[in-house]
């Protein structure tokens, strides 16, 4: 069986035409446009990232805050996870009390930067409550992370 194409008029007598018949456009402008509206919001976010998470020394001070608070609750886990990766390789969980506390209750009564070894740092002075002072040393890991003490000087 044989099948003949039908005849008679169809919708286009002509033939199809091409649905893009105008000249092609160029869009260069919308492709900088969109690497340029990138670069702007990476470094939008270089700028704002110290206004969310804080200076260095606001993120050492809040570290140390928290810090001294396990301690002083007993709760070494928190502590020992403040703790840089030196020291928690010197130290067992039940020794952070022992090297990190002072007499009485500490209290933050300064912070300055410093670099060690190359690498910016930030002490936070400690003061007891006997009226001793100790400084701790906070360097950044992941975060701000406690990595050493003086201890408490009267």
């Known amino acids: 069986m044989s099948t003949v194409p039908p005849e008679g008029p169809f919708l286009y007598d002509d033939g199809p035409e091409s649905l893009h018949t105008g000249t092609a456009r160029r ?74 506390l002072g007499p009485g209750t500490g209290r933050i009564v300064s912070a300055s930067g410093a670099h060690r070894d190359g690498t910016p740092i930030e002490r936070i002075g400690i003061r007891w409550g006997d009226g001793s002072t100790s400084t701790f040393t906070l360097v950044n890991q992941d975060g701000a992370r406690v990595c050493g003490t003086t201890h408490p000087e009267g």
């Not at 928290?66 to 502590?79: G, N, R």
């Open 27 to 100: 869009r260069h402008g919308a492709i900088i446009g969109i690497l340029g509206g990138t670069v702007l919001a990476a470094i939008a976010m270089v700028i704002a990232l110290p206004l969310i998470t804080g200076s260095q020394e606001q993120q050492s001070r809040e570290v140390t805050g928290v810090f001294l608070k396990a301690l002083a609750a007993d709760d070494t886990e928190t502590a020992y996870g403040l703790l840089c990766d030196a020291e928690r390789g010197r130290l067992k969980p039940g020794d952070v009390a022992a090297t990190y």
